[in-house]
C-alpha cells in the first residue's frame, strides 16, 4: 500500500507565481511583528487613542446584533421581544460607533495625523465616515415602520435632486435592504480593514516637536554638539 | 503629485516603546462597547411606531384622502408635478446649468392618474355604476378628463388656501361622521369623477388600494415606491411627523420618533434647510446636496487643503493629547 514519491525533476527553478508575489509584498508591507505588535511608541498615552478601537468594537457589535437581525428576516424584530432586543442593540451600537468615530475623527485632526507620509489614513478615515452615513440611512428606511415611511419619503428629494435617486431608490425596501446588509456593510468593513492596516504600516504619527526644543537642539547643532537625546523626542517634527 | 505632497518633515518614530497587547485591547473595547449598547437598550429600548396605510389614511381623514386623490386625477399632486425620476410633468430642481435630475430621466414611471385612481378603480368587481363611470371617463378626450378633475379637486385647493390663510374654508365639501363618506359641491362639471372618488374612498377603506399599488407587475413585490409617494402627497403622514418633530423645518429626517437620538451625524446636512438662501429656495435640495458634496470632498482632501492643514499645529490641542510625552522630554 505504501508508495515512495518520485525525485522531483531536475528543472530550473519557475518563475514567482503570482501568489508567491503577493505574499511577499505583503510580508514586505506589514511584516507580522508590524501587523500584530507587541508594543507601542511612548507617547501614546491619552484617553483620545482609545476611540479607534472603540470605533472598531462597536462595527462589530453592530455586525453582530445585524447579523442575528438579518438571520430571522426583517420583519421579526417588530413581532418578538427577542427580536426587538436585538434591534434595540443595533440601534445603540449604531449610536456608539458614530459617537466613537467623530471623536476618533476629531482627535486625529488635532494630531495632524496625515503627517509623515499617512495622508492615505486619513483619506480612508473620512471615506469611512461618508460610507458609514449610507449605510445608516439605508437601515432607517429599512425599518419597516413609521421612521422608514418619514425618512425614505424625505429622503429621496435630496437623493432626486442630484441624480442618485435614479438608481438609488430610497422608498424601494428590496432595494434599500439589500444596500443595508450587504453592500454598504462589505464598504465600511474594507475600508476600515484598510484604514487599520495603513495604520499598523505606517505606526501612530509621532507628536509635533516643540519650537522651543527645535531651537535648542539647532543651536547645539551649530556649536557642533548633538544635542538630541536620541529615545526621548524621537525625531518626531511637524 | 508635487503639487499635492505636503512640506512635511515627520519622521519614524525611534524612541522607546512600551509593552503593549493589541488582541486584549480590542477583546476588551468589544466587550465594554457591547456592555454600554445592553445598557443602552435596556435602558431606552428603541422606536417602532406602526407605519400608516392608505387603508388607516383614507378612515381617519377621508377629505384629505378624496382632495389627494382628485389632485392626482387632475394631474397637480406632488407626484404628479415632480419630474424625473417618476414622470415628465416637471423639470425637477437644477442649480445654475447643472440637472442632474432632468440628466438622468425618468427611472421608476408614475402616472398618477393610472397609477393610483384609474388602476386600482378597475380591480373594483360588480359595480354597475362604476363600471359605467369609469367607461365615460376612459371614453373621453383628455381635455375633458382634465376639467372634469380640475372641477372636482378645486374645492379642496380652495379650502386649503382658506386655511393656510386663517380665513373660514367654503362649505363646497363635506364630511358625513357616521359614515365617512365625503360630499363634494364640484366647481363646474365633475362628470364621472364623483362616482369615481366615492367607488375610490371605498375601496381605500377596505384595503384594496394598499393592495393594488403593491401587485402592479408580479405577485412578490418589495417597491412601495407608489403607495408611499401617494400618502406623502397627503396629510396623514405630515401629521404624524409634526406631532413626532420630524418636519423639514424641525430638523427633519435626522430625528426619529419619540426622543430617540435619530441621526445626529446628518446635522450640517439638516442645517441648511434651516438657513437662507436655501430655506426659501425652489432647488433647495441639489443646493444643500451639492454644498454637501464639497465639504465632504474637503473633509476626505483635509491633508492636502493650504491652512486647514496646519490649524493643528497653531491651536496647540496636540499639547494637551501628548502632555506625558512633552513632559519627559522637556524634564530629559
Redesign the interface.
Known sequence: MSSVAPDPPATQAPEKSWTVKVREAGVEALPPEKL???????????W?Y?FG??S???L??IIT?GSILALKGPAW??YTGVG??F???H???V??F?F?M?VHLW?K????A????R?RV??TG??T??VA?PA??TG?VS?????????????K???????V???F?V?????M?SYHVLLLPIAVVGLVSAHVLLVRKH?V????K?ER?KAALATAASAGHDGS?????????? | MSLLRLKDDTQPWKGRYYPYDLVKELCIAVGVIALLALLLTVLFSSPDDKPSTIAQWSRQLPQNFVGTAASQLAGTSGTATYGPPYNHNGTGQEAWIIKPQKWLGVSHPIDTERDFVVGPLETVPNDPALTAALAQYKAAPEKQKKEWAEAYAKPFAEIAEAEEAGKKPPATVSVEEATGTVTVTPSGDAGPVPVMMNSLLALAKSGGVDGSLLTSKQFFQTDYTKPLLFMADGGLLEERAKAQHLLGEQWGMMNETGSYPGQPWLWLYALWYQVEPFKSSENADILVMMVMGVLSLAFICIPFIPGINRIPRKIPIYKLIWKEHYRDVTSS
Open positions: 500584530l505588535p507587541d508594543g507601542q511608541p511612548t507617547y501614546v498615552a491619552s483620545i482609545m478601537v472603540a472598531i468594537a462597536s462589530i457589535v446584533s424584530w417588530h426587538h432586543f434591534n434595540s442593540v440601534l445603540w451600537s449610536e456608539l458614530f466613537a467623530v482627535g485632526y488635532w494630531m495632524a496625515w503627517r509623515g507620509g495622508s486619513w483619506v473620512a471615506i465616515f461618508l452615513v445608516a440611512l432607517y425599518q419597516q415602520n413609521f421612521d422608514a415611511q418619514w425618512i425614505s419619503t424625505q429622503a428629494d435630496g437623493l432626486n435632486s442630484v441624480g435617486g435614479a438608481f431608490n422608498t424601494n425596501f428590496g432595494q435592504y505606526g504619527v509621532p507628536p509635533f516643540l526644543r537625546p536620541a529615545g526621548t523626542d524621537g525625531g518626531a517634527q511637524s
